[in-house]
């Protein structure tokens, strides 16, 4: 099967850069470029692509309005952020507006494919150079805002309980599955359980939720 990509940047030799990269892997193809967010928003609807790799910084509607525009078209297409070093409020926005993944720039390129599939697929990534500061920061304004309580976990069973920590704490389904003693189908049904009951979109969700109850501590 075939992952069907936008690219949203307002540089074009980005732009390029990563449509030749696309262009000589078999399962990837571009589809559609875009150098704003009003382009990609567009684009999104009318191709419905399977993952649109958005930059933030764009001129007009920034790549954060164009996610949370996509995302709430309530359609397939997932959106996996293009991040530097030094954009962490950016990528604080982007992750509320509902980007599944985040990619730095610098990272290497068959890395940056494997984030594509990764989006497509449905799961959820955030690149390790961003996820500590990440997740710290967007923990403190989040406690800030509740006054501090941990977030109450609903309905949530105690292996459930041991699922979520182990999500929180950046662990695999197959790793879930090894650290439990069960298999990784087990581990699967476990997650999605868990997307469900906690209204979750993705992992990325479940990680912040897994901190929000206190049941993973915050980096420091």
Aim: aromatic share 2%.
């Amino acid at each position: 099967m075939t992952v069907r990509v936008v690219l949203a940047d307002d540089q074009p030799l980005v732009r390029s850069g990563l449509r030749v990269l696309i262009t000589d892997t078999p399962d990837l193809e571009v589809v559609g470029e875009a150098a704003n967010g009003e382009e990609a928003v567009r684009l999104a609807a009318e191709l419905v692509p399977d993952v649109v790799v958005m930059d933030i910084r764009m001129p007009g509607m920034d790549g954060i309005e164009a996610t949370r525009r996509i995302m709430a078209g309530q359609g397939p297409t997932r959106v996996l952020v293009l991040t530097t070093f030094d954009e962490d409020e950016h990528v604080h926005g982007a992750l509320r507006a509902g980007a599944s993944g985040f990619a730095v720039k610098d990272m290497a390129l068959d890395d940056i494919l494997a984030a594509v599939r990764v989006v497509a697929a449905g799961d959820a990534l955030i690149a390790p150079g961003v996820t500590r500061r990440l997740i710290a920061d967007f923990l403190a304004g989040s406690r800030a805002a509740s006054g501090g309580a941990p977030r109450p976990l609903e309905g949530v069973t105690d292996r459930e309980r041991e699922v979520l920590t182990l999500v929180g704490r950046g662990r695999s389904n197959g790793e879930i599955a090894d650290d439990l003693f069960i298999s990784v189908a087990t581990a699967k049904s476990h997650v999605a359980r868990l997307l469900s009951k906690l209204g979750a979109r993705d992992r990325v969700q479940l990680v912040i939720i897994a901190y929000e109850a206190g049941l993973v501590a915050p980096p420091g």
